[in-house]
Structures are given as C-alpha cells and as structure tokens.
C-alpha cells in the first residue's frame, strides 16, 4: 500500500508537530558557526523543561487526589525525560574559552537563570523565591503565571501530604509552611522517611521514594553538568547577565532535591 502524497494544504505531520514553526526560531546573532548548535541547544532544553514541568504537575495533582499509579507514572516518565535533558549538554559541554568567546558578546545580557519555564521547574522542586519573578515583571502572562506557581504547593509537599494522609507523623508546621518559602530540611521529616524505608521494600511508598530519588540524582546531575560546560568554556569569569557564573553554579550544586530522602538513608 502506497503512502498518501496528495494534500490540499500542509501535511498533517506538519499540522501537528508545527514543525516549520520550530526550525523558524534560530536566528544567530553573530557570524560564528558554532553558535547555532549553543542556541539550539538553549531551545532543546526550553522544551525538556516544559514537558517536565506537565509531569511534574500532573503527579502532584495525581498525589493531591490519592492517585499514586497515575503519580507514579508521571515520575517514571520524567526520569527518561531528564535522561534526555542531561544528554543536551552533549553538543556544547566541550566548549574551549576561545570558541565560546566567538559569539559569548551575541548573547548581550542572556543568561540561563533568566529561563521563565526552568523557573517552573525549580519551584515544583521546592526551589522558592519571590526574588526570581523579578526579571519577568516585563511580561505580564508569563509573571503571573510564575507567581501562581510561588504559591502553590511544591510536588514535595503534596507527597508530604500523602505521607500525612496515610497515617505517618509529618509535623503541622511542615504541612502548613508557607509554600512560597524554599523548602527547609526537616529532622521530623527525615524520621517519616526512616519510618517508610524500614518497611517492606515492595511497598508503593517505598517506590514513590526510589521514584523521586530518581528525579533528585537527574536533576543533580543536570546541575552538576552544567557547571562542569560552564566552567570548561569560560573558567571563573563572571557570568552572562551579571551572574557569579561558576560561584553560582557551585552552590546550586552542593543543594540536595527532596532533601530527607536523602538523609534518612544514614539511619535505616
């Protein structure tokens, strides 16, 4: 059976995908050959991040409605979809100072930290601050679609919840925290943790830990990536839009996701 080749108007791939639409959206701003792989790069990661963004807020609305296989499902998907993310920096991760000084001055004062939907991302993770909506004042739709996401509760704290709801001792005070607060690490939640890892091994909390723990290493090394392309192409400089660069990445590094899950494992 023959392909159909006869359409009336685009194709419907082209309907679907939009595909002229994204292959439009590179425009250089220096002559250099390799800057079309670094912005296209930046676009692919814009993209992993808003797919992250969906699975995330769909297993934190799945965990708010008891749901734990939909929850589940949304966490294993976004861990092959960080495996991807992860892999962007392939492309750019070997970057010598001078081939990245070729076009660094296009990107004017542009910088990562300045991404609107990473923002996203990172507060799911629990990563608040009010002081990051700052640099998108300028655009209406997109600050106030951050600042909803200040106030609402992180993923973290709708699987604290769950963990409340089936009957473990997360404290009132963590349960009721303010949620445009960055998370803060518990030794009460710590012990939840405990209590839920000294159970049978095939038990579906223990699962959703081992789920998100899985998240929290892919989002660690996706930091830890970054910070090794960052200081492989441009040492200790200051950053692009008058960022600490290096310092700055640095300490993002050294801030462990869903931090007890990590600590409780020194006391089961």
């Known amino acids: 059976m023959e392909p159909n080749f006869e359409f009336k108007g685009t194709t419907p791939y082209e309907d679907y995908v939009r595909a002229s639409v994204i292959t439009s959206l590179q425009h250089p701003l220096s002559d250099e050959p390799g800057e ?5 790069t930046s676009q692919v990661m814009e993209l992993w991040f808003t797919v992250l963004v969906h699975e995330w807020t769909v297993a934190a ?6 749901d734990l296989p939909r929850a589940m499902a949304a966490l294993k998907r976004s861990t092959w979809e960080l495996k991807a993310l992860n892999a962007s920096w392939k492309p750019i991760d070997h970057l010598t100072p001078a081939q990245f ?3 660094r001055t296009a990107l004017g004062e542009g910088s990562g930290f300045q991404s ?10 629990g ?24 106030h609402e509760p992180s993923l973290y704290d709708e699987v604290l919840r769950l963990l409340h709801r089936r009957g473990y001792p997360v404290p009132q005070h963590v349960l009721e925290r303010d949620p445009t607060q960055r998370y803060q690490p518990d030794p009460q939640v710590e012990r939840v943790w405990e209590q839920v890892y000294a159970g049978p091994q095939e038990d579906e909390l223990v699962r959703l830990g081992e789920a998100l723990t899985d998240v929290a290493e892919l989002v660690l090394r996706w930091r830890n990536d970054h910070l090794l392309a960052t200081r492989r192409a441009m040492g200790a400089k200051v950053g692009t839009g008058g960022s600490a ?3 700055w990445l640095e300490k993002r590094t050294r801030k462990n996701v869903f931090p007890e899950l990590w600590t409780a494992r020194s006391h089961v």
């Open 116 to 125: 609107a939907m990473y923002r996203r991302l990172e507060f799911l993770l």
């Open 61 to 66: 609305r799945a965990l708010r409605d008891d």
């Open 36 to 40: 079309m792989v670094f912005l296209v």
């Open 101 to 103: 000084n070729a076009y």
């Open 127 to 150: 990563e608040k601050s009010a002081t990051m909506l700052v640099p998108h004042r300028g655009v209406p739709g997109q600050y106030a679609e951050l600042e909803k996401a200040l």
């Open 245 to 247: 660069g290096v310092a």
